[in-house]
């Protein structure tokens, strides 16, 4: 196998620039796979909210979800590599409108809403920019103008966006008018980390939060591959000859390939959750086999008490929330292990969103703890030895009565924070935000506050004397 080098030079002997590719085939493919990502969260969605029957992938348009009522909503998935923000004029989104276009012009009376689902966010103007020539390009304002519009007159300016718009798109104003009025905008997750978010929409739904996170994300991969399917012309042979021709000209199995029914994708977790209960049942049956074999002392050794059942799926919920959204059944998580008195020696937390979190009165030593949201988080009388929380958002956070010896927080943000009473030896807060927080009655003995703010700090009493 070539080197790294060595193919960077055969590169360099063909005339072309290393640090330039010209094949846009793996962000193609990324893309594709974001959209059938987000098939997967909005099936998982629609099971938990009954929000729709079926969905069409690939099919007049990107996704087509099918309500109860036999109305539609319609789907867009746009992606990009940058953090750049959309406006009406951007290519992707005039390509976009274009085809609601052409579904709101002949079943515009079906369709209930149109969304544009994308990795970035739209523009919108700040209070600060709110009158300025960019305001019109923004969608949710153009789309709050024309909400508006039965009360208010369209401004100018507005009106001639409308009319750029519905000439790029070939329609009439009327027709692009209702577009914008139905349209929405929904951020997903970033390109990054779609494949890994899939798990925490599964855990969301009921009966799932009990099973392992590797076999969340195997059942997220079964439903994924089947968006997939569905999203391409992915049939057997005998399917496709032996399928009649609609009017469309393919075979219609073709056509019917393409909807996934959310009671079909109910059905597959239903029977993979039943497959596990079974070998749940058959491995407890093994156990039972043993026991009864065993003399009273080995029944003893090999039984699992409900409650050391309990704290093990909450450990396992706690670490989900790992670079994740909050799983729904976190607080009762942490209280059933601060009432265990579980350590949760070394658990690592990178990423999680803790705001408002009750974290108190646990053992959280060597704890990862990087770029934590934990805005108003309570860490009150808790163990945070050697814990690592640099470059978190902690404003208003409490941390009364700890002890964090040897503790890092870098680069944070903890604006009022309360640190009274508190052992806090030999760590660092370099580059901190602490204004307005109390550190009073603590002892901060050989840690390191080089650059941190301190304005309007709270100091009575502290060790050493800051002032």
């Not at 399917?229 to 992915?234: F, G, Q, V, Y």
């Not at 009022?416 to 603590?442: H, M």
Request: glycine share 4%.
């Amino acid at each position: 196998m070539k080197s790294q080098d060595s193919l960077k030079e055969s590169v360099v002997a063909l005339g072309l620039d290393p640090s330039l590719s010209m094949d846009i085939a793996p962000e193609v493919r990324r893309a594709y796979a974001y959209q059938s990502a987000v098939g997967v969260t909005l099936i998982c969605e629609a099971i938990k909210r009954k929000t729709y029957k079926e969905f069409w992938f690939e099919y007049h348009d990107d996704i087509l979800g099918v309500k109860y009522n036999g109305r539609f909503d319609v789907f867009q998935v746009k992606t990009r590599e940058s953090t750049k923000k959309w406006v009406l004029r951007d290519k992707e989104i005039v390509k976009a409108i274009k085809k609601f276009g052409r579904l709101e012009n002949s079943q515009g009376s079906e369709i209930d809403n149109y969304f544009i689902y994308s990795n970035a966010l739209p523009y919108l103007p700040s209070e600060l920019t709110k009158n300025s020539s960019r305001q019109q390009i923004s969608l949710l304002s153009l789309k709050e103008a024309i909400t508006n519009s039965a009360h208010v007159p369209l401004e100018s300016k507005y009106l001639e966006e409308l009319s750029k718009l519905s000439a790029s798109i070939g329609q009439s104003t009327k027709i692009t008018t209702s577009i914008i009025f139905k349209l929405e905008f929904i951020k997903g997750r970033s390109l990054e980390d779609f494949r890994e978010g899939l798990a925490t929409d599964f855990f969301s739904l009921p009966d799932l939060q009990k099973l392992s996170v590797s076999k969340l994300h195997n059942l997220s991969s079964m439903i994924f591959q089947k968006v997939e399917k569905a999203s391409t012309l992915d049939l057997p042979g005998v399917d496709i000859f032996t399928s009649i021709i609609s009017k469309a000209g393919v075979p219609s199995r073709l056509i019917e390939n393409k909807c996934v029914t959310v009671s079909a994708a109910k059905a597959m977790l239903d029977a993979e959750l039943r497959l596990d209960r079974k070998k749940y049942r058959l491995k407890s049956g093994g156990i039972v086999a043993t026991i009864i074999g065993c003399t009273a002392l080995s029944g003893l050794y090999f039984y699992k008490p409900e409650a050391e059942a309990l704290l093990e799926k909450s450990v396992r919920v706690v670490h989900s929330a790992r670079n994740a959204p909050l799983p729904p059944t976190f607080p009762e998580s942490i209280s059933a292990i601060r009432a265990a008195k579980l350590p949760l020696d070394s658990v690592n937390l990178e990423g999680a969103a803790l705001r408002c979190q009750d974290l108190s009165k646990l053992n959280l030593s060597r704890m990862n703890g990087q770029w934590i949201r934990g805005t108003g988080a309570k860490f009150i009388e808790s163990q945070l030895y050697m814990a690592n929380f640099t470059q978190s958002e902690l404003n208003a956070s409490s941390y009364a009565r700890v002890t964090a010896d040897s503790s890092i927080f870098d680069r944070s943000n903890m604006l009022y924070t309360d640190f009274s009473d508190s052992i806090v030896r030999w760590a660092s807060f370099k580059n901190t935000t602490l204004n307005g927080s109390d550190l009073s009655r603590s002892d901060f003995s050989q840690s390191d506050l080089s650059n941190a703010d301190l304005t309007f700090t709270e100091l009575k009493d502290a060790n050493p004397d800051f002032s």
